[in-house]
Every structure is written in structure tokens, then in C-alpha cells.
């Protein structure tokens, strides 16, 4: 135990001399197990050369060039809906402690939306360039989708079918992602389909007629037909201008029905006119009649009227009997 004391004091003498020796010489000693290097604050560079291009279906893909930071610790990766230029206050979206990284793709997005992306470096003082240039992209799927309409329907036409009806026909089209006809119908010329509903869809692609129902006879209407693909592409820029006017079928007037009472004034009259005609028949026949017989007795009563023929001399009147002298008898 004495040694030990002993050689305490020792090294405590001794570290006392060395110390003010060191003051006296006007320098500094460094005593073992004691750190006085000066805290690191200096950033890493900034990132370079951050490019950001679609991946497809959700995915946007990052690169850049590898940091040269010498304590590096790891890339700070950053995203947002809108440009910016600074990340302080924003939350990193994933950390790569490899230094040799230099690209990254970010998945889950949404396809169609424009996304911002920073690249930061940071060393393992947690020191971090936070000004930052942000570069965007915009994920798509790996199918475009199709977003062309239809060819427009030709050949429209309307016609009135009576009591609330109208017929309407158009040209067929074809296309090989048809899904419907879509029938427009307007009580104002040049209304836009964009600004109607549907009043009828049809779901055959041959069919280019159809007979509309349940108008009002006397209005006029405005028809417009447009074709639909299986994308729900149509031509929206169509206007209703093709017009019919429904018209009630002409009836003619119903009989008046006819009473037993009313009956049989008609039937009396019937038959007092069949009885005149029968009269008027007869009187007729009775005077053609006797108009016959009279030229067919006039010759007789004309020879009697003249007597015998002058020129026969050969015959003689008969006597009266008597005697020859003609004198009677007394």
C-alpha cells in the first residue's frame, strides 16, 4: 500500500513540473484522455445531378451523382405535391446509408399526379445542406388509357308517327369498342349534349332506328344520337338540331246511336215511301197500258167510220123481206 501511495505522489509531482514547465515555455499540453477537437458543422456538398423520370404504374424513378463527403452517413430522400426549395421541416421519406447509391425508385404513388423530389447528404454529424433544388415527375400506367371518341353519327333524320311518337334513324357506325348509341332528345334547338341526359341508350351497334314514344303531339322536338366506346368516350360536342312534331292521328266523328223511338218514325216513313212508289208503279203501268189498247182499236172504229170500200160495185145491200117491189105487204 505505501509503494502505491508513493508512486501516486510521484506521478503527481511530476505532472505538476511538466505543466508548469509548459506555462513557463508559453505552451499548451495536452493531458492524455481528454477530447478538445472542435465539433464538425460543415454540411456534406449538395447533392448533383438529381434526375427524376416515370416508372410506371405508380412508380417514379430518382438518380444522382454519388456524394464525395468524407464522414458520409446517409441520403435524406424527400417528396412533395408542390415545388420547393428548402427541406427544414419536412419529414425525410427514406434514408439510404449506402454512399455508393445513386438511385432510388419511389413507389405508391398515383398515376397522373406530378410529384416533387430532393436528394440530400448527410454525415454522421447529422449535418444536412437543407437548400435543395426539387425536381418533379409524373407516374403513368403502363396501358395509356384510351381517351378518343367515337366518330360522330352521321345521318340523323326524324319523322312525326303519330300520337306521341316520332321515328328517328341514323347511320350505323363501327368501331370495335362500341358499348351504346346514346339518344338525345331537347324542346330547344341547338341544345348541347354536353348539357342533357340520355334519354335512351341502345346497345346494339347494328340498330340505326328507333321509334320514340310518350311526346306530346303538337311540340316540336330536337333529336341528337352520338356513339360510346367501352372507354366511356363520346363526342360531347354534339348539338340536338335534327326536329319532328308529333300529330294526333285523325278519327272521324261516331255515328250517333238511334233510339227504338227514333227507329220507328224511320220505319213508317220506309214504308209509306215504298207504298207511294208501289202507287206511282202501278198508275204507270195502267196508263201505258191503256195508251196500248187505245192505238190498237182505232183502226177498227176508222173502217167503221168510213164504210164499205166506194170501189167494190160487186156487192149489193141486202134487201129488206117483202115483196119484190119492196113495198110491205098490207
Known amino acids: 500500500m505505501k509503494m502505491t501511495r508513493s508512486k501516486l505522489i510521484a506521478s503527481?509531482?511530476?505532472?505538476?513540473?511538466l505543466a508548469g514547465y509548459g506555462l513557463v515555455a508559453g505552451h499548451s499540453i495536452t493531458v492524455s484522455g481528454a477530447d478538445t477537437t472542435p465539433p464538425d458543422t460543415t454540411p456534406p456538398a449538395p447533392v448533383a445531378n438529381l434526375l427524376a423520370a416515370d416508372a410506371k404504374d405508380g412508380k417514379v424513378k430518382l438518380s444522382w451523382s454519388v456524394s464525395t463527403d468524407g464522414d458520409f452517413a446517409y441520403y435524406a430522400i424527400y417528396s412533395a405535391?408542390?415545388?420547393?426549395?428548402?427541406?427544414t421541416n419536412r419529414p425525410a421519406l427514406i434514408k439510404l446509408a449506402e454512399i455508393s447509391s445513386s438511385n432510388f425508385t419511389v413507389i405508391g404513388l398515383s398515376d397522373g399526379v406530378q410529384y416533387f423530389f430532393a436528394v440530400t447528404a448527410v454525415d454522421k454529424s447529422g449535418n444536412e445542406n437543407r437548400t435543395v433544388v426539387s425536381v418533379s415527375a409524373t407516374p403513368t400506367a403502363s396501358v395509356v388509357p384510351d381517351t378518343t371518341a367515337p366518330p360522330a353519327v352521321t345521318g340523323v333524320s326524324a319523322?312525326?308517327?303519330?300520337d306521341g311518337k316520332v321515328n328517328l334513324s341514323w347511320a350505323i357506325v363501327n368501331i370495335s369498342d362500341f358499348n351504346h348509341y346514346s339518344i338525345y332528345v331537347?324542346?330547344?334547338?341547338?341544345?348541347?349534349?354536353?348539357?342533357?341526359?340520355a334519354a335512351l341508350k341502345i346497345?346494339?351497334?347494328a340498330t340505326g332506328r328507333i321509334t320514340l314514344t310518350g311526346l306530346n303531339d303538337s311540340t316540336t322536338y330536337y333529336f341528337a344520337v352520338t356513339a360510346v366506346d367501352q372507354s366511356g368516350n363520346e363526342n360531347r360536342t354534339v348539338l340536338a338540331t335534327v326536329s319532328a312534331t308529333p300529330t294526333a292521328t285523325?278519327?272521324?266523328?261516331?255515328?250517333?246511336?238511334?233510339?227504338?223511338?227514333?227507329?220507328?218514325?224511320?220505319?213508317?216513313?220506309?214504308?209509306?215511301?215504298?207504298a207511294i212508289t208501289a202507287l206511282l208503279l202501278v198508275a204507270v203501268v195502267a196508263l201505258v197500258t191503256f195508251r196500248v189498247l187505245s192505238v190498237a182499236r182505232r183502226p177498227?172504229?176508222?173502217?167503221?167510220?168510213?164504210?164499205?170500200?166506194?170501189n167494190n160495185v160487186d156487192e149489193e145491200e141486202?134487201?129488206?123481206e117483202g115483196d119484190e117491189d119492196g113495198n110491205e105487204e098490207e
Open 159 to 162: 319523322s312525326d308517327a303519330k
Open 203 to 205: 346497345a346494339d351497334m
Open 300 to 310: 177498227e172504229q176508222d173502217e167503221r167510220e168510213n164504210g164499205p170500200d166506194d
Open 12 to 17: 503527481v509531482t511530476l505532472m505538476m513540473i
Open 318 to 320: 141486202p134487201k129488206e
Open 186 to 197: 331537347a324542346t330547344q334547338v341547338g341544345a348541347n349534349v354536353l348539357n342533357l341526359s
Open 250 to 274: 285523325e278519327t272521324e266523328e261516331p255515328e250517333t246511336p238511334t233510339s227504338e223511338d227514333d227507329e220507328a218514325p224511320e220505319a213508317a216513313n220506309l214504308a209509306l215511301y215504298q
Open 81 to 87: 405535391n408542390d415545388s420547393f426549395l428548402t427541406v
